[in-house]
């Protein structure tokens, strides 16, 4: 009896392949199936221990704010020694090459775009900037400013913080689910000016200056639409806004 | 463009403003297009003129009849340089925490500035002042529109001020003024108690700190600690040890008591020897002084061993001592037997001096003559402490010698102890005479007997010093002549009365006193009647009739020799008939020659 149990067993295994091929590719689907379902546990659970958009934004805008704040100082060192013969031959803001990208003119303009509009216009005028600030970092080493040391610091910090901040944002723009759904499109604004600012003294000066101009002016632009964003997001703290 | 000649000054100069909006839709320059509102010389351009993000360059321009200038453009953002209104509604009031009162402080944002909206994000300070300071308090309050200020002064009136600035902009001018005041909620003779009460506690505490850290002293100071008694030779960890023998044989001296033989008797005598050698001149350095000194002094001696305080200390022979031993010196001194009668008052059992020959023997050994009156050295009451007597008395002695005092064969004045290596110069020597109002101390009993014969009044111990003569076959040959005084009695007035053993009986009286300066080291002559008459220093003489006793002996000795007696009378002196006056040959000074004095007539 055994022997014939065996033989049962033997054609079973060998009989079943097709069934039993079914039945694991159901576990596999299974597990998968578990696996993601675990997966998604667990990002759930670590999204409901995770930081709230409104403390994300807050950091984030104050990081727009040290940015700003930055390249005021250096306009400020910059305009202390600038040869006033380089005013006369200002190129006009008009030439930023940020200037392509529409963005709000005043007050009422900027409050009426959508906050997801408000995320991708600061995201794009940020990485619009990572190279033209590589740029003035490798230029400001040749710069013929008494100041030339710290600014040449300051340079490094605009670039580290412009960097943090672009991931902050980035990692923000995954988080609100209504962002991630709309898809955020960045601008490519490229930078035309090249590695070059100038090869004599003036010149080198004023491009550098201008340059400059622009960047403050599109960093107050980034901190204004954050700071918008913040006090929308921040509706259950109406203390802050 | 067209120039608008809006104002002209005196001198004719026209300023005009232009600005180009580099951002605006036409890059036209335009003019400003208000002088009045923002007052003289200014442009004022209104929202509708201005937008944000834009660059402006203005420039003025200054146009008279000669000419126009330019000034430097300016390229501005307006964005960049805003100023805001002063917060508004400025509340402030007093809350209380805990019965300690503070200020809460309440604004609003200026209502033109859209914080509502996060445009504008705006940062507030205060400051805070008491009404009759000058200076203020600043305070940053961030982005809240509250804020409490704490450690007010209670019955206070504070004036408090909001400002407010944007994230990139100017401060605005300060809001206006609220007043408040804060209610007295520390009362004030409250206050000064509690102060009073804690500056007290702390006094306190500095003071127990204090004394903790002096109470040694202190008690040093208050009670002062009571010497122990010291005797020397005496251990106490023996004592703790309980070994009572060891104690004993500890504090025994090794020669004492005189186990040889001494005959008890010997020690019983009361005799005064006096020796006077001849052919030498003898310094008897008899120091009045030295013997008030050292016979007053009980108490002043500072001498770490307890109960002897009187001639036997060491410092006190010193210092007492020194002075006369230095006028002695100077002086031929004659060495009396009598001096021992000096003073009454430290008299000390001669008993026990003579039992202790270490006292005298170191002069003997030492060849020298010295003058034991001198040396009133206390007797040694302490058995265990003969070397240090003697010590003390050799070099107080010392102190006392006289320069040329040298006999070898004078040891015959010192007293000499049965038994003692000095034996062998055994002469009749002087004893010593020690006044001592101490108690004496714990004797042999071979001294207390002698004791017996001290007559003690009130506190002055009278002992006299038995000598005891040395065998005849020792005495130098004729020279040596030693005269024994034995004490009669002593009455009510401290007066040691001596009478010379064997001769007879006379009333020596011996004052209480001495005044010091007194040197009865002078030898006026010797009467008919065996009397030694001594005068009174250098200085006066005659003055009061001291008689020297002869020696009635109610002892006898085998000694012959004149005797020679003294009697101490402070204020006395001593007169005597000389009728050897011319034999006696008297010193420089007035000091007997005690070589001639030798050879007296006995009696």
Known sequence: MESTRRKRKKQRGGEDTKADQEKKREMAQRKINGNKLFMTVLYAVAACGAVPISDLLDRASQRSDTLHSLSTMLTQDLDSHFPPIGRMIMPRPSMCHTSSLQTPNDKEQALQVSESDLMSLARSLLQAWSDPLEVLSTSVKTLPHPAQNSISNKIKELQEHSKSLGDGLNILSGKVRKWVRQAQTISSLPYSGGNDIGQDRISKLTNFHFLLSCFRRDSHKIDSFLKVLRCRAAKLQPEMC | MHAVFWKCNIRNTCYYMLFLCLFCSSETVYECPDYRTAGENSCFFNKNNTSIWVNYNITVVATNTLGSTFSDPMDIDVVYIVKPNPPERLAVTVEEDKSWPFLRVSWEPPHKADTRSGWITLMYEIRVKLEQENKWEMHLAGQQKMFNIFSLRSGGSYLVQVRCKPDHGFWSEWSSTSYIEVPDYFPREKSVWILITVFSAFIFVILFWLLHMNSHSLKHCILPPVPGPKIKGFDKQLLKNGKSEEIFSALMVPDFPPTTSSNFEDLLVEYLEVYIPEGQELTLQESKDLHDGCLKSEGSTSDSDSGRGSCDSHTLLIDNCGEAKEEERQQDQERIGMEAQRHQKDWEEKVLNYAHEDIVSPDMSSGRVKTWPSVFSPLPQYSSNPPDQQSSLEM????????????????????????????????????????????????????????????????????????????????????????????????????????????????????????????????????????????????????????????????????????????????????????????????????????????????
């Open chain 2, 396 to 603: 107080a002695k010392q102190h006392y010698l006289s320069d040329s005092l040298f006999l070898p064969d004078s040891s015959s004045t010192y007293l000499t102890q049965p038994g003692h290596s000095t034996r062998e110069s055994l002469e009749p020597s002087y004893c010593e005479f020690r006044l001592s109002n101490k108690q004496p101390h714990q004797l042999h009993p071979q001294m207390q007997a002698s004791q017996q014969l001290h007559m003690t009044h009130s506190d002055v111990n009278i002992s006299s010093i038995g000598c005891k003569q040395a065998p005849a076959g020792l005495q130098s040959p004729d020279l040596r002549s030693t005269q024994y005084v034995e004490v009669q009695k002593v009455n009510k007035e401290d007066m040691v009365l001596l009478q010379p053993v064997g001769k007879g009986c006379r009333h020596i009286e011996l004052c209480p006193k001495m005044p010091q300066g007194d040197n009865y080291s002078k030898v006026k002559g010797v009467n008919s009647d065996n009397i030694l008459l001594l005068q009174r220093g250098v200085m006066e003489e005659d003055r009061c009739p001291c008689e020297d006793q002869e020696t009635n002996g109610a002892r006898e000795h085998s000694h012959t020799a004149s005797t020679v007696t003294t009697t101490q009378k402070p204020t006395a002196c001593i007169h005597t008939a000389m009728p050897v006056q011319d034999e006696i040959a008297l010193a420089v000074n007035g000091y007997v020659d005690t070589a001639i004095m030798c050879t007296l007539p006995t009696y």
